[in-house]
């Protein structure tokens, strides 16, 4: 009897164990720009859930050894199928993260391990490309005028300036990248001669379309650099395709 009394214990003891261990599901890895489903490699994706890290830690440039991202972060690792994922960010209840570029389109396993702890395994679909523009707000694009400063409604785009959008998910580029490296220069997407972008549903001409590809210095993070139309409509929407994919609908430049 004293036996399975202690065997009772030990599986209470295991199951407490359990209810403070990573806790997520497939629908909560998002595209990072959009919060919406498109994961695709090189793209900046979050985690939501619970107990996903103890503490609540950021990237520091200390962090960027030989100016590569980190694996872990807050004694939080990410894995696809055994790759590790690079960190920008670990919480309790998110995880900002950049899937290896060397990944191939297909389905991978995928987990959370906090300090020996692993989460579920959840199975989780990388596309080729999934193209999504960074939002200030929900609906609203994050642009930049090209001194720098933000496009925002009291600062909106205007017809034939040039303006920075800023985007994750474009896929691969010329030359190749280096899995988790801040880019150290301008590199074009691999498939530039496929891309586009669209105001309003209609396609700009393709030599309003001054650059496509990482943002230096950073990683996962993409520039593109367009000449608006002379012409240009109050708030259009704005959207990115690639390949046959597009970004999200329904998010707006802010444009008088």
């Known amino acids: 009897m004293k036996y399975l ?20 599901s497939a629908a909560g890895l998002v595209n990072g720009a959009s919060f919406a489903p498109g994961l695709a490699p090189n793209t900046i994706v979050s985690l939501f859930g619970t107990n996903l890290s103890w503490n609540t830690v950021g990237l520091q440039a200390g962090d960027l050894a030989g100016g590569e991202m980190p694996t872990s972060l807050g004694n939080v690792e990410v894995y696809f199928e055994g790759w590790p994922a690079y960190l920008y960010y670990v919480s309790p209840l998110q995880i900002n993260l950049l899937i290896p570029s060397a990944l191939l389109p297909g389905r991978f396993q995928f987990w959370v391990d906090r300090q020996g702890t692993r989460g579920p395994i959840i199975t989780v679909t990388l596309q080729a490309v999934a193209p999504a523009l960074f939002e200030t707000a929900p609906g609203v694009s994050v642009a930049t005028h090209l001194d720098g400063t933000p496009v925002a409604a009291g600062a909106p785009a205007t017809g034939g300036e040039i303006v920075t959008l800023w985007a994750t998910g474009l896929g691969g580029t010329i030359p190749g990248l280096d899995d988790g490296a801040l880019a150290n220069g301008a590199q074009w997407l691999s498939q530039a001669s496929l891309f586009g972008v669209q105001i309003n549903g209609a396609a700009l001409d393709p030599s309003a379309i001054l650059y496509a590809g990482v943002a230096p210095g950073y990683a996962g993070l993409y520039q593109v650099n367009v000449t608006l139309p002379a012409q240009l409509p109050a708030n259009p929407e704005i959207r990115l395709s690639l390949a046959g994919a597009l970004s999200p609908a329904g998010v707006i430049l802010p444009a008088n």
């Open 5 to 24: 009394s202690a065997a009772f214990a030990l599986a209470a003891c295991l199951c407490a164990q359990d209810s403070t261990a990573p806790n997520y």
